[in-house]
């Protein structure tokens, strides 16, 4: 049996009709840049978010880019990341001048540690960007306490978790702006690049459409040194399009991570753990395994596809060897990025195919 690690064709065909549509409605016509189609997605996704605005933006990382720097987040200041999180986060920081500071996750969740933040508090903190994981929504309580604390920033880096919940509330919808990617493999994903910011705070909002908007409050007149990243009328039809599915696919999802977590009985074997605050919603299903290559090999054998969430650690990236670091500096950022393999997980799986994977998994001596 061949398995891919991600296929998008069983949604695309459910919603081949409607994509069509949008795509026609948008090229009948002829408006492809903050048109009526992107109003009418950013109103939808804020609703779904449970906040107050949502504004477009080109990709995921120009969406905490962009909040960051509306928020004043810039040279000299330090922005509090976790150590185990895709390059994005890191770049978002990077991008408007500020230092990320690197903190180690929980091992368990992947996340990052709240117990570890305050100590890597200086006086040039600025702002803690917390990032929902494969799905898995942080813990928030203890995040924001800490913010109010010491008067911090909080951006989300929701790019992975499209619907999560925390405590039964939309992750999201917690800290002062909020990322979100819509790259094609997200569990709300467009047909290319895409992105948006979400808050709660209209003024905040004003700002981060004026940045991607060459700084432009209005046509020709410049307020600020902008940047150009906007959600296109094409995309945002099309995310309009897949939005109200979107508890759907989250649903199925969840269903598929209830039979592996059920089913995978391997020692070799550690599996993701849920704690009692979260709801995910399984963008990645991350197992750990001390001989990972191995598994790897051996499901790839099996004709299961599967990939590594992140093989290399930020901190040990040549792109922040300027930051001096090494091998050791964050044990449980490497200790994830050497064991963690990534298993298919996507909507219109079959049981013959989960249960398939979960065959092979546990035949892995």
């Known amino acids: ?117 305050e100590s890597a508090i200086t006086e040039k903190t600025k702002a803690i960007m917390p990032v929902h994981l494969y799905g898995q929504p942080c813990d928030m309580d203890p995040i924001m306490s800490i913010a109010h604390k010491y008067n911090l920033l909080v951006v989300e880096d929701c790019a992975q978790a499209h619907g999560a919940l925390y405590k039964g509330k939309r992750i999201g919808s917690f800290g002062d702006a909020s990322g979100f990617s819509f790259y094609p493999g997200k569990n709300l994903g467009a047909l290319g690049d895409a992105g948006a910011s979400v808050t709660n705070n209209e003024k905040l909002a004003e700002k981060i459409r004026a940045l991607g908007n060459y700084g432009s409050d209005y046509k020709y007149h410049h307020i600020m040194q902008g940047n150009n990243s906007r959600l296109d009328e094409i995309q945002a039809a099309f995310l309009a399009v897949k939005l109200p599915y979107l508890d759907k696919v989250n649903e199925e999802r969840r269903r598929i991570a209830t039979e592996y977590l059920e089913k995978i009985e391997n020692p070799e074997i550690v599996l993701p753990y849920v704690p009692d605050y979260a709801t995910p919603v399984w963008h990645i299903f991350g197992i750990r395994c001390k001989r990972r290559d191995e598994l790897e090999s051996f499901l790839n054998g099996a004709g299961i596809g599967t990939n590594k969430h992140y093989p290399i650690p930020m901190h040990l990236q040549k792109c922040y060897q300027n930051m001096r670091f090494k091998k050791g500096d964050f044990p449980i950022a490497e200790e994830i990025s050497a064991t963690e393999l990534s298993i298919p997980m996507y909507y219109g799986m079959t049981d013959e195919e989960i249960q398939y994977i979960i065959d092979k998994i546990n035949e892995f001596k």
């Open 1 to 117: 049996m061949k398995i891919p690690f991600v296929t998008f064709k069983p949604l695309e065909k459910e919603l081949d009709k409607e994509i069509r549509e949008a795509f026609d409605r948008v090229y009948t016509r002829s408006w492809y840049i903050d048109g009526e189609e992107d109003a009418k997605f950013e109103r939808a996704f804020s609703e779904y978010c449970n906040t107050e605005y949502c504004v477009g933006t080109g990709n995921g990382l120009d969406a905490l880019f962009l909040s960051l720097k509306a928020l004043g987040v810039g040279k000299g200041d330090e922005v509090i990341v976790p150590s185990n999180t895709y390059i994005a986060t890191a770049l978002a920081v990077s991008y408007v001048g500020a230092t990320p500071i690197f903190v180690e996750p929980d091992i368990k969740t992947f996340n990052i540690d709240p117990n570890k933040i």
